[in-house]
């Protein structure tokens, strides 16, 4: 199989091999490669040590970005590339990372320590593909499987365990029987992985197309992350709008809302507190008053923990306490909610409406048209630069103090009333009309 790769990396692999050192892209380029995509990443693995390969590639500009694991990282016309000497990981005591690494002149070697089949192979233009442990065939089986055996290769890098889910997500694969079963036997050492490290391959999970499908699966993977949410498991709802238990309702709401990082945090907790609020009425029906701010602590201490930005933390608890807003397909209501929430993140409630529907008892379906109306609304909105805030009222505090209105918290609750006489439609939105209005209704 010929593979097409970058002249950068051409050139790197050449001027290596020109010294007498061999030379190959390793990893996931090459798994990307095979599978049609294009990769993130070209990384390189070689016989050189480190300082050989400085002194192969001697006047290029070279970083020193881990020497300690044979890694230099070479920049070519802007690009990137890691360049890493083969070697064997020794002993693993934090199932972490390897106390120490040994350097070998063995490509299969090195190829031996690396996580999964399809990310265990190597490539030269002029030698193919390099696969000693079955990744092309994997990869034409849409198979995960670890290299080697899953139980030791899991407990020497307990984030492997997420790295396969995430490409479970992402690529739609299935995971090996042994390699699946090692990942729920262990999962208990993701305990000793650092939220940061847990944080980015979650996220990567997330936004996978196949998100759901994976945590349908792998629930206790789910619930070793979060166990906050576990009671959704086996959480009923005994209620007309419901056909799902909690926790399939939220998998089915992942699987409706777009991979967006926001929207699929908010879907997996939006419902994250109705264990906490169960009640049954006298006919038996459930009911979850308050679940949505209940769902806001169990997400907040959640996204807390995982150590997740500022901007990812708020919005997301925001589009959790909101998540069922009654929505009224008016313009008025709309230019309310655009002056409340901001356009990105109505459109974001919209989202999250409109796949929450899709997970309920489908005789709801029919509410789809009101989320589509206000959406619709929405746009003419935009586009027609209708107003909707105070940013967009054709009047200001100067005009109002220019008019004769004293300095003052007057101020600020007269032109919040012309905003909503404008909103409802009482006026239009020019100086000429806002200054009449206040002259009839504020004299």
Known sequence: MEISIPKEALCLLKQLNDQGWEAYLVGGCVRDCVLGLTPDDWDITTSALPHQIKSALSGMRILDTGLKHGTVTAILDGKAFEITTYRRDGVYLDHRRPEQVSFTHSLKEDLARR??????????????????????????????????????????????????????SKLGFSIESTTAHAILKYKELLSVIAAERLQNELKKLLCGPYCATVFREFSGICFELFPEISPMLECQQNHPYHIYSVWEHTLHALEAIEPQLLLRLAMLFHDSGKPFTKTTDENGIDHFRGHAQHSVRVANNILHRLKFDRHTHEQTLKLIQYHDLPLTPTLPWVKRQLNRF????????????????????????????????????MEQILEQQQCFSLRHLAVNGH???????????????????????VIHGSCSNTKEDLLQYLCDHFQ
Do not use: W
């Open 115 to 168: 996580d999964f089949t399809m990310n265990a192979m190597a490539y030269h233009p002029t030698y193919g593909i390099v696969d000693v442990f079955g990744g092309l065939d994997d990869l034409s089986h849409k198979t995960i499987r670890c290299v080697g055996i899953p139980a030791k290769r899991l407990q020497e890098d307990a984030l492997r365990i997420l790295r396969a889910l995430r490409f479970a």
């Open 342 to 377: 901001g356009p990105e993140t109505f459109l974001q409630l919209l989202s999250i409406h409109r796949a929450d529907i899709l997970a309920q008892h489908p005789s709801l379906k029919h509410r789809l048209a009101i989320v589509e109306q206000c959406r619709g609304l």
């Open 399 to 421: 005009d109002l103090l220019s008019y004769g209105i004293p300095a003052g918290k007057q101020i600020g609750q007269i032109l919040h009333q012309l905003l909503e006489a």
